[in-house]
């Protein structure tokens, strides 16, 4: 309880044993005779050079405060070093039910043990700092490691920790106007990064996590929608474009000709490119089910019906917004172009390689353009379907002609199945081949990989 009478500074001598010190800090906890626990200070600055176990004998002067604090004048050693409590195991919730509501408690300055979620992380110039908490209540936990160190891999949010460390807390006391506020900032010290550990790791799949994807989710349909309608605009723009000259027959076949194009390009373009994107999301979800603990049955529900709603929607648009991109961003050439985008794109790391023989020549942009999107959906055939190790692309210049090659190690298929039903990606690469003037053709067999080539005259 809180002390009826006001405390004032007065001169107090104080031998007991070190409990606490961590180099850097300018005072250490000590254990006096009567089992008692003080936080030391010397009046310059400093951790008077003693270690925990040294028994000293402080002479200082005692802060007005319920908190046992004294800034010590003279300091000395006068044993040995003898044995120090062991950390004392409690929980977060019964920490603050000892120090509130005003903090006079005589576990201040205690060495305790205690588990939380690790719910922030603040890196800062000399420490790092630790948002601990179990509920409603946070604890704070400063440990020394600099901003430019890496903090332990597995010291993620999320995560389960101990933590070892000397008690500490904040609190308003004005004993000459008799106010006495509530406890703030209750903190755990620990003396070494070690006494930080981790209990359980964080588990992949946060909330924040789950609300990006599905952020990015959204804002890929939104651009799908987006991208409709402009396909739209400019088929009806290019309609106008013919004048009342042309008979309505005429016009008719050409809107009709021009829908049918736009809806092929459509249904290739989102089969080449969004499948894609929700493939890499589905194989995170997948690895995310693997880590879940046994008993996370809600979790494991939920991402299951996500990953079933993202098999459900892969027949999207990454394809082709990817290869404007790298073709808007990348270089002139078009074997630059090809490699600038391999590196581009992290799964293929390892796997594809990019030769070349003849002469290069300049292409126009719109027809390389056209042809990353042909070897996009190339690799990621070989890859995903023939789960090929290798995939090498040969670019061909001769006197008439641009060949590309892509082989691959992978499982290969039966030539004469190649496009079953409702799967666009080799009808897709074919109808782009054609619409350069281009042609296609397939090797393939069961256990010996997969070769197309595809011959472009100049």
């Not at 630059?336 to 992290?346: G, N, Q, S």
């Not at 390892?350 to 042909?374: D, K, N």
Request: proline share 4%; net charge neutral; aromatic share 6%.
């Amino acid at each position: 309880m809180l002390c009826a009478a006001a405390i004032i500074a007065a001169a107090t001598n104080l031998a007991g044993v070190v409990t606490f010190q961590r180099d850097g800090l300018p005072f250490f906890f000590m254990r006096d005779t009567a089992g008692v626990h003080w936080r030391v200070e010397q009046a310059g600055g400093g951790d008077g050079g003693v270690s925990i176990g040294d028994g000293v004998i402080v002479h200082g002067t005692r802060e007005p405060s319920v908190k046992h604090r004294i800034v010590a004048t003279h300091l000395a050693t006068n044993a040995a070093p003898s044995a120090v409590p062991a950390p004392m195991a409690v929980t977060i919730h019964g920490i603050f039910d000892e120090v509130l509501p005003y903090g006079d408690s005589l576990w201040y300055g205690r060495t305790l043990a205690a588990e939380g979620l690790l719910r922030d992380i603040n890196r800062r110039q000399a420490t790092t700092q630790l948002l601990v908490g179990v509920d409603a209540e946070n604890i704070q936990v400063e440990i020394p490691i600099p901003i430019e160190e890496a903090l332990p891999p597995d010291l993620r949010l999320g995560a389960t920790v101990r933590v070892v460390g000397a008690l500490a807390y904040t609190s308003i006391e004005n004993y000459s106007a008799g106010v006495f506020g509530r406890v703030e900032n209750v903190e755990l010290i620990p003396r070494t990064v070690e006494d930080v550990t981790v209990v359980r790791s964080a588990p992949f799949w946060t909330v924040r996590r789950l609300v990006n994807l599905i952020a990015s989710l959204l804002a890929v349909f939104l651009i799908v929608f987006a991208w409709a309608i402009t396909l739209r605009r400019m088929v009806a723009k290019r309609t106008r474009e013919l004048g009342e000259s042309i008979r309505q027959r005429a016009r008719a076949k050409i809107e009709a000709d021009a829908a049918r194009r736009e809806r092929l390009r459509l249904a290739a373009d989102l089969h080449d490119g969004f499948q894609q994107y929700l493939a890499g999301a589905t194989f995170r979800l997948k690895a995310a089910l693997n880590y879940l603990p046994p008993d996370a049955a809600e979790s494991r529900e939920q991402l299951e019906k996500v990953r079933l709603a993202l098999q459900h929607t892969q027949n999207g648009l990454r394809t082709t917004l990817w290869a404007m991109n790298e073709e808007s961003e990348g270089p002139e050439s078009l074997l630059e172009l090809f490699r600038f985008a391999a590196r581009r794109m992290a799964h293929w790391d390892g796997i594809v390689e990019i030769h070349s023989t003849g002469t290069e020549r300049q292409i126009a942009r719109t027809f390389a353009g056209t042809l990353l999107l042909i070897l996009q959906e190339a690799v990621g055939n070989a890859i995903r379907h023939g789960a090929a190790s290798k995939v090498r692309v040969t670019v061909n210049f001769t006197e008439k002609t641009l060949e590309i090659a892509v082989s691959d190690d992978g499982c290969g298929f039966e030539a004469s199945a190649e496009s079953p039903a409702g799967h666009f990606g080799i009808a897709g690469m074919r109808r782009r081949t054609a619409d350069l003037g281009g042609t296609m053709t397939i090797e393939s067999a069961k256990g010996r990989g997969t070769t197309l080539r595809f011959s472009f005259p100049f």
